[in-house]
Nanobody, 128 residues
Framework: QLQFVESGGGLVQPGGSLKLSCTTSELGFDTYNIGWFRQAPGKEHEGVSC????????YYADSVKGRFTISRDRAKNTVFLEMNNLKPEDTANYYCAARAARFTTLEAMCRAGIMDYWGKGTLVTVSS
């Protein structure tokens, strides 16, 4: 199975920016749908952003649309989440994930969070 190494989490002030990365050495990573998810204590799991490499489509939760950008460096087997104009409500543990099989739609996959492989997560804290 895929194993991820996540980094980039930390403390940032509201309005600031942060870039998360998730890297794997597993060959064939470019064949997986990828996504970033988050969960804060007492809050439900949320699909933040997902990417379908087959058709190049992306999905962003309404809460982050226009502020976050998902991308992937195929050569380095790394997925990124660029976060801008961060808000206190963005505080959460962020997880990268991958899914091998196709889902009904990218949005449905991301909202359901039914992924095959998960990273251990990295904490993002947005506070003044």
């Amino acid at each position: 199975q895929l194993q991820f190494v996540e980094s980039g989490g930390g403390l940032v002030q509201p309005g600031g920016s942060l870039k998360l990365s998730c890297t794997t050495s597993e060959l064939g990573f470019d064949t997986y749908n990828i996504g970033w998810f988050r969960q804060a204590p007492g809050k439900e799991h949320e699909g933040v952003s997902c990417f379908n490499p087959t058709n190049g489509r992306t999905y962003y939760a309404d809460s982050v649309k226009g502020r976050f950008t998902i991308s992937r460096d195929r050569a380095k087997n790394t997925v990124f989440l660029e976060m801008n104009n961060l808000k206190p409500e963005d505080t959460a543990n962020y997880y990268c994930a991958a899914r091998a099989a196709r889902f009904t739609t990218l949005e449905a996959m991301c909202r359901a969070g039914i992924m095959d492989y998960w990273g251990k997560g990295t904490l993002v804290t947005v506070s003044s």
